[in-house]
C-alpha cells in the first residue's frame, strides 16, 4: 500500500526563487491498484511521481510503502528500496545516449549483479524493438525510445510501476501495445500509478482510479 500523508512540496525553499509545487496531497493506494494522475501541464504529476519514487523529499508530510516511510530514509536506503520495489518510466526518457539498448535496460540490474539479459531479451523482442537491440540509444526514434524505457522500468520485476505520460511518443498501435502490458501488469497484481492526460489512458477500459491535481492541489 502506497500512503501519500499531507504532502507539499517546495523547490527552492527557502530562497527567493521557492516556489510552490505540490499542496498539502493526501491519498492511499492499496496494492494492485491503478491510479490515474490527470491534470494540466505544470499541476505537479511529475514532482508528485518523483516524490512517491524518493527522488526527491517533501518539504512536508510523508510517503509510506507498505510500511516503510521511504520518505524519510537516508538516500542509500530509498535508492536500494527503490531499485527494489519501483520501476519508473520517465516523462523524457532519461536514457544514456552512448549506450546501447540493452544496455540501458539493464542498468538497473548492474548494482545487484543479478543477469537479467535474457529477461531483457525476451522483452525487447515483444516490444518489438530486437532489429535495434545493439542500437545506441541516441539513435532512437522517440517511440523508440518510450518502449526502451518501459522495458528498463520492468526489468526486475517490480510490484510497483510509477509512468510519467507513457504515451506521450507513441503512435496508436504502440499504445495498444502498452495498454495490453499495462493490462498484463494488473493481472500479475502490480500497483500501478500513471501520470497523463491522453483520453486513451484516461478511457482505458480497465479497473482503475483516477484523481486530479490543478495548482499543486488534489480537486
Ligand atoms: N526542480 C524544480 N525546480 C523548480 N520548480 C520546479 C521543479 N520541478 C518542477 N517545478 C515546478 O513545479 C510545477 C509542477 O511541475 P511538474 O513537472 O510536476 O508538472 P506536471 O503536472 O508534471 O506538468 P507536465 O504535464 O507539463 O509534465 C511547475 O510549475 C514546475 O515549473
Ligand atoms: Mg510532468
Same mark, same amino acid.
Given at each position: 500500500?502506497?500512503?501519500?500523508?499531507?504532502?507539499?512540496?517546495?523547490?527552492?525553499?527557502?530562497?527567493?526563487? *521557492?516556489?510552490?509545487?505540490?499542496?498539502?496531497?493526501?491519498?492511499?493506494?492499496?496494492?494492485?491498484?491503478?491510479?490515474?494522475?490527470?491534470?494540466?501541464?505544470?499541476?505537479?504529476?511529475?514532482?508528485?511521481?518523483?516524490?512517491? *519514487?524518493?527522488?526527491?523529499?517533501?518539504?512536508?508530510?510523508?510517503?509510506?510503502?507498505?510500511?516503510?516511510?521511504?520518505?524519510?530514509?537516508?538516500?542509500?536506503?530509498? *535508492?536500494?528500496?527503490?531499485?527494489?520495489?519501483i520501476?519508473?518510466?520517465?516523462?523524457?526518457?532519461?536514457?544514456?545516449?552512448?549506450?546501447?539498448?540493452?544496455?540501458?535496460?539493464?542498468?538497473?540490474?548492474?548494482p545487484?549483479?543479478?543477469?537479467?539479459?535474457k529477461?531483457?531479451?525476451?522483452?525487447?523482442?515483444?516490444?518489438?524493438?530486437? $532489429?535495434?537491440?545493439?542500437?545506441?540509444?541516441?539513435?532512437? $526514434?522517440?517511440?523508440?525510445?518510450?518502449?526502451t *524505457?518501459?522495458?528498463?522500468?520492468?526489468?526486475?520485476?517490480?510490484?510497483?510501476?510509477?509512468?510519467?505520460?507513457?504515451?506521450?511518443?507513441?503512435?496508436?498501435?504502440?499504445?495498444?501495445?502498452?495498454?495490453?502490458?499495462? +493490462?498484463?501488469?494488473?493481472?500479475?497484481?502490480? +500497483?500501478?500509478?500513471?501520470?497523463?492526460?491522453?483520453?486513451?489512458?484516461?478511457?482505458?477500459?480497465?479497473?482503475?482510479?483516477?484523481?486530479?491535481?490543478?495548482?499543486?492541489s488534489?480537486?
Amino acid at each position: 500500500m502506497i500512503c501519500v500523508q499531507n504532502v507539499s512540496k517546495i523547490f527552492h525553499e527557502g530562497t527567493p526563487k *521557492a516556489f510552490l509545487a505540490l499542496k498539502d496531497v493526501s491519498f492511499d493506494l492499496q496494492r494492485g491498484q491503478t491510479l490515474i494522475l490527470q491534470g494540466p501541464s505544470g499541476s505537479g504529476k511529475s514532482t508528485l511521481l518523483g516524490l512517491i *519514487a524518493s527522488f526527491y523529499t517533501p518539504s512536508s508530510g510523508q510517503i509510506i510503502i507498505d510500511k516503510t516511510p521511504i520518505s524519510s530514509l537516508p538516500e542509500h536506503f530509498s *535508492a536500494a528500496f527503490r531499485r527494489k520495489n519501483i520501476g519508473y518510466i520517465f516523462q523524457n526518457f532519461q536514457l544514456i545516449p552512448n549506450l546501447t539498448l540493452l544496455e540501458n535496460v539493464l542498468i538497473p540490474a548492474l548494482p545487484d549483479k543479478v543477469d537479467l539479459s535474457k529477461r531483457a531479451k525476451k522483452l525487447i523482442q515483444e516490444f518489438g524493438l530486437e $532489429s535495434k537491440i545493439n542500437a545506441e540509444a541516441s539513435t532512437l $526514434s522517440g517511440g523508440e525510445q518510450q518502449r526502451t *524505457a518501459l522495458i528498463r522500468a520492468l526489468i526486475t520485476d517490480p510490484q510497483i510501476i510509477l509512468a510519467d505520460e507513457p504515451t506521450a511518443n507513441l503512435d496508436a498501435t504502440l499504445s495498444s501495445i502498452l495498454l495490453e502490458n499495462l +493490462t498484463k501488469m494488473q493481472q500479475d497484481g502490480k +500497483t500501478i500509478i500513471i501520470a497523463t492526460h491522453d483520453p486513451l489512458l484516461l478511457n482505458w477500459n480497465a479497473p482503475k482510479r483516477i484523481i486530479s491535481l490543478k495548482d499543486g492541489s488534489l480537486v
